[in-house]
């Protein structure tokens, strides 16, 4: 069984029905086998209260008598959302779920555009229609266009609309939470923007090449591009190579990491950028070289740079991180002594070309402090293990990366679910990433007491408590401290979790016991 509704301002049937029940009627069409040549005999109903089928329904639909009219009545407490039309024939029933959604309000209709600019000069689009809504979705041929702001009582939506192909006229549909669009009402002429003149876009790739079973950086500089952070994808024309993330710098400029897979055909393939509704591609633009051969190349991955703690690709300025790959160093030695080296066996690190503090080397892993100074966002990381150097890999540098190693009790004991901790004590937490502190040490040095700028919660058995001190470890590198006072109150527990919370973001969670202290 099929069920439809008309919407009115000319648009074809949708379905399934959608009817505003903040009217006093509303009517469904159905189709289905044997409904029509019964329907002297067939009954109907509908699931739910507030709707009754209105006397004399259901009746053949007059402009194609193959089609059956249901007329529906609705009460003033008629709510909204899906309901089920139950069809009755000599006692056997057939239940249509779903048949019927009811709405509101009608769908969103769009009148007119405007183009505008705001007090910085940015380009908007305020739309002029019917129904709009604050949480309403804008479209333009497909691609989102951010909603900027909304007039409830002009009936005008603000939005910016995404990048397209210079000089195309682009289809503008709004959806609304409830299901519908203003494509159920929109005219044979819907309302367009047309996007303005400008030079055909182009793209430049470094490197334009790469080995088959590695990941590589591409650094791609466009010419009459619009990249927008968050609309923005690069493909490379084959299953064989796999985009894993992109960064966008600025509208013509962009970061791609991508996989190569080790089986992958040595040929070259098409980039292409999609931003918004705005393809740009190169031919033949990227080539697949064929595997290496065994050498000492420091090899690095994507996502190989991780919390030290909680082995998440997550990193904070200040914190300890663990870098894993291959041909990383020639030896394996610790850092004898604080300030931590930059350089180790030969190993050097380099984050923007800035050699970072380095705490163990070893050829498939090293461990270093991200410096307090790098800034949030993307950033090149290079490795020399004194020989040779590898090739580029973008990493993603983030303000809050918590991670927790461990816990202790007062007196310095390990504590997990094994080792309970005593309600009334004070924890003491060891973690990193937690972001800054006041005031900020020098990277590589030890650290003397400074708080933590942003407020740090700890999470034990459910409850949020508040630390009596979060900040760095005094005498150590990139290591955080949590002392969190244990409230004799809590629920003592055979096995429970504790982590961290700073701006939103949690640590890795640790396993541990409760229990009441002793009589």
Known sequence: MTTYSFPGNGAPAILPAFLNSSRSSGTVIAYGPGLSSNLPNVSVSVMGSGVRVHPGSPSPYAPAVAYTEIDLDFGPLTGTGPRHLVFSLNGDVYVRTDGLQLVSQDAPLVRSVQPQTDSDGNLELALAGDNFAADSRVFLDGAPAPVLSFDKVAGVLGVSPPPGPAGRPAVISVYNPDGQSSVFVQPDAPITYTYPSAGAPSLRLAPSSGRAGRDVTVDIQGTNTNFVNGQTTVGFGTPDIVTRRVWVLDPTHLLAVASISPSAAQTSTTVSVTSGAQLTALNTAFQVLPPASSNTTPL???????????????????????????????ASPAAAGLPLPTTLAGSTVTLNDRPVPLLVVTPTQINLQIPFEMPVGPAILQVSNGTELSDPMAVQIDAFAPGLFRVFNSAGASLDKDHPAVLGDTLVLYGTGLGPVDPQPASGVAASAAATTAPVKAHVAGVDLDPAYAGLAPGFVGLYQVNVPLPANLQPAASTQIFLRVQGQNSNALPLALRAPSI
């Open 300 to 330: 690095l991955s994507f996502q190989g740079l991780v919390n030290a703690a909680s082995s998440q690709p997550r990193i904070a300025p200040g914190s300890i991180a663990s870098l894993y790959g291959l041909n990383l160093s020639l």
